[in-house]
């Protein structure tokens, strides 16, 4: 049992999963401004569904990618906020966002809104982080004066 308990443990401290709750935790702060934004185009403003979604996640991207390069790839960033890494950023989240909006509207005709959006959120988190893990922020590192990918291809 021992073993099994030091297995899990080593798991849950892994570096993997401690940026995800990094992410996590960084996401909601984003979650309740993309919520926040979402909620006043949709209901206040009276905004279609969609262009509702798409400003409240523009506003909610900008955030994220400016938490996420000082605390959760800190170490990949450098804590170095670069125009080139904030467009690669938002690139790699249009698949969030696409499978966040396809979430929120399909579900939106089986549940009420807010909850749909809600939904929404966790499918778009899940495309999210592996883009940021795996694409945005990939390690990288000094060999002869040039940076390169310490992850292989």
Not at 54 to 82: C, D, P, Q
Request: proline share 3%.
């Amino acid at each position: 049992m021992n073993t099994l308990f030091g297995q899990v443990f080593a798991f849950l401290c892994s570096p993997t999963i401690r940026k995800m709750v990094s992410f996590a935790m960084v996401g909601v702060a984003n979650v309740l401004v993309d919520f926040g934004v979402f909620a006043f185009a949709y209901k206040l403003l009276g905004m279609p569904l969609v262009p509702s979604n798409v400003v409240a996640w523009l506003v909610a991207v900008s955030g994220s990618y400016v938490m996420n390069t000082m605390i959760t790839f800190r170490h990949e960033s450098g804590r170095i906020l670069r125009r080139e890494d904030y467009l690669k950023f938002v690139a790699s989240g249009i698949l969030g966002v696409f499978l966040a909006t396809t979430t929120l509207v399909a579900l939106s005709y089986f549940v009420e809104v807010l909850v749909a959006k809600l939904v929404s959120i966790l499918v778009g988190f899940a495309a999210n982080f592996s883009m940021s893990h795996f694409v945005v922020f990939r390690p990288k590192g000094p060999i002869d004066g040039k940076l390169i990918d310490r992850r292989g291809a």
